[in-house]
């Protein structure tokens, strides 16, 4: 078989595990991932915004909307490093070079870890309230301590669908805009439970303090006035450990502001690139 169709095969095969979307016609791509129990949808207020300048690429992780479920390892995705692979898997297969990367939530680390293990895929990198780790450990505060996250990840091992009502609305914050709430709700209980289980142990137990430090990609973090999830002197943190990055407070509440603030973020990341 000629090398060009295996190479097309072999794109295919990572487009439709995916779930990859493509739109726009700019020469440059701008790649937009979600964050945990989410899908591409959550970027629908914001992606369509830089379809004039960019070729825009919006796709889901494998357990989330409409990916291969048949594709989930979960020896692969217990671990960052594997929704990291999939990021450069997936720009490498659309010939992505020079990209900006745009990372929501646990999406901000992977897109870091993608743009160090393969530097020509990202140029600009834009982590929307980034979290390197969520457990305050000595003089680092994450926002929660040690026994907080248990208690959170065994509220959602025995009860996936009461975790979802009781957690959305406090991710989301904006409680006098309860439609925001009630969709991240549905996306909750939209993953499958097994999954969204060890992608919250995943997302949570991770520390990636250590992908912080130079990069060669511009870095722009958007963080929001008020979040329980990533509290401000975790963006703060996260730009003092990356020289020359860029911190932008976004006058906004709650972890989602691509759902409840899309013209700030999108007037920011505008500016930045």
């Not at 000629?2 to 990572?14: F, G």
């Not at 992606?47 to 992780?61: C, G, I, K, N, Q």
């Not at 646990?106 to 140029?123: D, H, K, N, T, Y």
Request: with cysteine; proline share 5%; charged share 20%.
């Amino acid at each position: 078989m000629p090398d060009d169709i295996v190479v097309t095969e072999l794109q295919s095969v990572v487009l439709k595990r995916l779930n990859a979307q493509t739109a726009g016609s700019g020469s440059r791509s701008m790649m937009f991932a979600h964050g945990f129990g989410c899908d591409q949808n959550m970027w629908r207020y914001v992606a369509p915004a830089f379809e004039a300048s960019f070729r825009t690429v919006l796709f889901d992780y494998v357990g989330a909307g409409s990916s291969d479920l048949t594709a989930y390892d979960p020896g692969k995705y217990a671990s960052l490093e594997g929704y990291a692979d999939d990021v450069v898997a997936l720009a490498k297969a659309l010939g992505i070079v020079d990209g900006i990367f745009v990372g929501h939530s646990v999406s901000a680390m992977i897109g870091l870890m993608a743009a160090r293990r393969a530097p020509e895929l990202f140029s600009a990198l834009v982590l929307v309230g980034p979290s390197p780790c969520y457990i305050d450990d000595g003089d680092y505060v994450g926002g929660f301590d040690r026994a907080q996250i248990t208690e959170l990840l065994e509220f959602l091992d025995s009860n996936h669908m009461g975790w979802s009502q009781a957690m959305a609305p406090v991710i989301m914050g904006n409680p006098d805009r309860p439609g925001l709430g009630e969709e991240l709700i549905a996306s909750f209980c939209r993953t499958d439970p097994e999954i969204a289980k060890q992608f919250a142990r995943t997302t949570f137990l991770s520390d990636c303090r250590n992908e912080l430090g130079p990069i060669g990609a511009k870095v722009l973090i958007l963080q929001c006035r008020e979040d329980v999830i990533a509290p401000v002197c975790v963006g703060e943190y996260v730009q003092n450990a990356i020289p020359g990055s860029e911190l932008v407070l976004l006058d906004a509440t709650g972890h989602c502001p691509n759902l409840s603030a899309p013209e700030q973020t999108i007037a920011a990341i505008k500016a930045f690139v």
